[in-house]
């Protein structure tokens, strides 16, 4: 068995943001939908404060609430462990972005273009970037990060892991024990966003000190 899952340093994650604007080309998500994304956390008293980037996308849970709540099984769980949507199948009824823990979903009612708001595209850029997004995720459905899933067959890694400036992100078999990212985890004390919330993330974090 494979079950796919990524390792972030967080030592090595300087913020830069290349991984939510590799995410945004790969896809050609529109405004607003970000399914990699950096936030700043804040920890510590003065004057100890300390400032981090926390890279954030679908975490792939080995228990995913979204799939356990959606009314048309449009949310599965692949035998890799990849979490996907099947825009064919969701209804919008967005009961898979309030079940999720780690805000990972987003909801588009109408594409918009990039640079002017409209729902008409304002260059022959954008109307490709229209036509990708909708026959990938479509409009009045739930879309979310699948770890690159065609990248993926193609043997390739997910867009973020390959267009990280400093490294920062690894890509593999959690299941094999001697895969680089296993290995990281159990060298480097790698853990999970929230593992109170029971749904055992496929992202796994480096702590950066």
């Known amino acids: 068995m494979v079950r796919l899952g990524m390792v972030i340093d967080l030592k090595r994650c300087i913020g830069c943001h290349t991984c939510t604007v590799a995410c945004k080309a790969e896809h050609h998500t529109p405004p607003g939908v970000f399914w990699a994304k950096v936030v700043r956390v804040e920890s510590g008293k ?8 926390v890279p954030l996308l679908c ?3 080995k228990e995913p609430e979204c799939e356990k709540v959606c009314p048309t099984g449009a949310t599965k769980k692949k035998a890799d462990g990849t979490v996907t ?4 199948l969701c209804v919008g009824c967005r009961y898979c972005a309030v079940a999720c823990p780690y805000g990972a979903r987003y909801f588009t009612p109408e594409w918009k273009d990039y640079f002017t708001g409209e729902k008409k595209p304002s260059s022959q850029f954008a109307e490709y970037s229209k036509k990708k997004w909708l026959e990938e995720s479509d409009r009045g459905v739930v879309s979310k990060c699948d770890f690159c899933e065609e990248r993926v067959k193609q043997g390739k890694n997910p867009a973020c892991v390959d ?10 078999d959690l299941d094999n024990p001697e895969s ?3 290995q990281l985890i159990k060298t480097r004390r790698g853990m999970q966003l929230h593992p109170e919330y029971g ?6 974090y480096l702590p950066a000190r």
């Open 59 to 61: 975490m792939h849970c």
């Open 163 to 172: 267009a990280c400036p400093t490294e920062a992100r690894t890509f593999g």
């Open 85 to 88: 949507v099947d825009s064919k």
């Open 199 to 204: 749904t055992d993330p496929c992202v796994y």
């Open 46 to 53: 003065y004057p100890t404060v300390i400032r981090q980037a």
């Open 180 to 182: 680089e990212v296993s």
